[in-house]
């Protein structure tokens, strides 16, 4: 009687338990065999992103620790590959599939359901895929969603209009160096803040002024802003309402407890408000980030590339909350 052949194998970063980058573990496991109605991606490249870092360190806004471990898993990772985002190839596709094909190079956006830190996933056809853009090597691609497809929800709710001046704190990161791009796209006029290192980058990005956190209060000139869209839990909506213009919104992006009590309050002292709480995670975005890549409105901003065996290494460079963009890993070459 014939045993059945062995299943393919493939390389993958797990995260067993919670703690520092020391607890990333590179494996051998069984390669996904996508469903009919899916493909499978052979990952050129990934990212390690600000939500890697939170699910492997459980280093969570004040108030959701526990919301948090109830959500990803008590005492460790329901999900051990993490990885939000990919670029890669297709190498199979289901029975059911017709708009893909073997050899399509495409960026992927699993989102909260993560596993891109392996070198294939089967992701459905109909989900968060895109085209890779042309113009972009693998390593850019897989650095487009995480911080764009937050830049786009965000800037969706608050409902940002041509004119309308927004602030954004935070500009250098993979969200902040998207808000200020598709700002700027939008006809908002962006003013960044960032660190004495990355003025440069976020006046390069098309913000039109950009202030040295270091140098300048970036709320003490008495400027005031549409939109305020703090990535890094910065200001809270007391200090920035003076800062609003009427009608204004405070964009409370890193989603902290208190910003999400004051995004349930109605509009107040002139119709201000807060819109908090997490991006959707919509397939049209893909499809939206992917065009504007292609036609050079949106461009990715890597801060280190690592190799795949250096997964630890990359988490320990996002975990300094020092970056500038994306932290990209490459899975895979030609």
């Known amino acids: ?45 990934t990212t390690v992103s600000a939500g890697d870092w ?9 108030g959701f620790a526990l919301i948090a471990r109830l959500a990803l898993g008590l005492t460790r990772p329901r999900q051990p590959i993490l990885g939000t985002e990919l670029a890669g190839v297709i190498e199979r596709v289901g ?37 890779k853009p042309a113009n972009l090597d693998f390593e ?4 487009l969603c995480f911080g764009g497809t937050t830049a786009l929800h965000f800037l969706r709710k608050a409902a940002i209009k041509p004119g309308e001046s927004l602030l954004v704190i935070g500009a250098a990161g993979s ?31 098309g913000a039109t002024v950009v202030i040295d956190h270091k140098r ?19 200001i809270p909506f007391a200090r920035a309402k003076a800062a609003l213009n009427p009608g204004g919104r405070l964009l409370a992006i890193a989603g902290i407890m208190g910003a999400m009590v ?13 819109i908090a709480g997490p991006a959707a995670e919509r397939a049209e975005d893909v499809l939206t980030l992917a065009d504007l890549a292609s036609r050079g409105v949106l461009r990715p901003v890597i801060d280190s590339r690592y190799r795949f065996e250096d ?10 909350r020092r970056k500038a963009g994306s932290v990209v890993v490459t899975v895979a070459q030609d």
């Open 175 to 205: 969200v902040g160096g998207a808000l200020v791009q598709l700002g700027r796209h939008f006809d908002a006029v962006v003013t960044g803040v960032t660190s004495s290192a990355h003025v440069e980058l976020v006046a390069s990005l």
């Open 311 to 320: 997964m630890r290494a990359a988490h320990a460079r996002v975990e300094t």
């Open 216 to 234: 300048q209060d970036m709320l003490a000139a008495g400027a005031t802003y549409d939109v305020i869209a703090d990535t890094a839990d910065t």
């Open 1 to 45: 009687m014939s045993s059945a052949p062995p299943a393919a194998l493939m390389r993958a970063h797990l995260c067993r338990r919670y703690g520092g980058p020391d607890v990333i573990e590179l494996a051998e496991i069984p390669r996904p065999v996508p469903k009919d109605d899916e493909v499978l991606i052979r990952i050129r490249a």
């Open 140 to 143: 850019e691609a897989a650095s």
């Open 95 to 131: 029975a059911r599939v017709t708009a893909w094909r073997v050899g399509d190079a495409v960026i992927g956006f699993p989102g909260g359901a993560m596993g891109c830190h392996a070198e294939y996933r089967a992701m459905a056809a109909n989900g968060a895929l895109a085209p």
């Open 54 to 62: 939170r699910v492997r360190s459980l280093a969570m806004p004040p």
């Open 262 to 274: 004051e995004s349930l309050l109605p509009p107040r002292d002139g119709g201000k408000r807060v």
